[in-house]
């Protein structure tokens, strides 16, 4: 029998590009999978066919991660349908881009809002149950942006560097009750965020990545499944880039 069965994940981000990938991956490796989007209800109800074919339960809601309360009702939700959150994963992200000269307050303030407070709401809403339980994996996707910086993504970076402090803290906080809390930084990876990246900007950034080729959502997802897996029991408060190399 898979190691991971009847196992609960929740991973926010669910209905593209990394999140969808690790929706797969979670109920491939036999994880019962809960997810949430912001908008796309068409794409999270074929998201949730696709991942049911794996013959586990997959349950798809739409919720908002900038505010508390549209959080705790999803995990009140996935934890009285599915059964306690043993892995979550946030993925949920933005990117609102310019130069810091010309960024509107709303700007900053929506990709902290979605990107770092997305995480805070999320890991709040569920940590409780999992000390309880002195259980619980957590990984957090942030970029390697939040560990080098990337112009015009002022606020990006910033609120990726923060899911990292953030991850350690909660690392250190958490180790006692069996509570592994990891950061993934992914680099360039082929998603709808990066889509918009062409021309002289795609050749710059596929010359400065030593595999020459973007990443794939799925390459992410893999990664995150060994985390949340028991192949992974003694890394916890680690930040695992998965860049082709374009960092190094
Ligand atoms: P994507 O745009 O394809 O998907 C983003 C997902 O986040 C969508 O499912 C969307 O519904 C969800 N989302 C956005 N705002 C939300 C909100 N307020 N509430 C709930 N859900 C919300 O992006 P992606 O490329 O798959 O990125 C996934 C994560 O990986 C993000 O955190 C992103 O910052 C990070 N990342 C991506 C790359 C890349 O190159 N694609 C690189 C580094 C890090």
Redesign the pocket.
Same mark, same amino acid.
């Given at each position: 029998m898979e190691e991971n069965t009847s196992r609960v994940a929740l991973v926010?981000?669910?209905?593209? *590009? #990394?999140?969808r990938a690790t929706v797969l991956g979670l109920a491939r490796d036999g994880f019962d999978v809960a997810f949430?989007?912001?908008?796309?209800e068409e794409a999270a109800r074929s998201l949730e066919k696709e991942a049911a074919a794996y013959g586990v339960r997959v349950l798809g809601r739409r919720?908002?991660?900038?505010t508390a309360e549209p959080v705790r009702e999803l995990v009140a939700e996935v934890e009285e349908s599915l059964g306690p959150v043993d892995a979550l994963v946030t993925?949920? *992200? #933005?990117t609102r881009d310019n130069p810091l000269v010309l960024m509107t307050d709303e700007q900053w303030q929506e990709v902290i809002d979605?990107?770092l407070g997305?995480v805070y709401h999320v890991c709040r809403a569920v940590v409780f149950g999992m000390m309880k339980r002195k259980a619980g994996a957590i990984v957090n996707?942030s970029?390697?942006?939040g560990v080098y910086g990337h112009a015009t993504q002022s606020n990006y970076s910033a609120s990726?560097a923060g899911i990292i402090g953030f991850s350690r803290a909660l690392a250190k906080e958490t180790g006692r009750y069996g509570i592994r809390v990891n950061a993934v930084a992914?680099?360039?990876?082929e998603?709808?965020?990066?889509a918009a990246i062409e021309g002289r900007a795609l050749k710059d950034v596929m010359a400065s990545i030593p595999l020459k080729r973007m990443g794939r959502?799925e390459e992410v997802a893999d990664l995150v499944g060994y985390l949340v897996s028991e192949r992974a029991q003694y890394i916890t408060g680690a930040v695992l880039q998965i860049d082709g190399g374009i960092t190094i």
């Open positions: 926010t981000g669910g209905s593209r *590009g #990394i999140g949430c989007y912001r908008s796309d919720a908002d991660v900038t993925a949920a *992200g #933005i979605t990107n997305g996707i970029s390697v942006a990726k992914p680099g360039f990876i998603t709808d965020m990066t959502a």
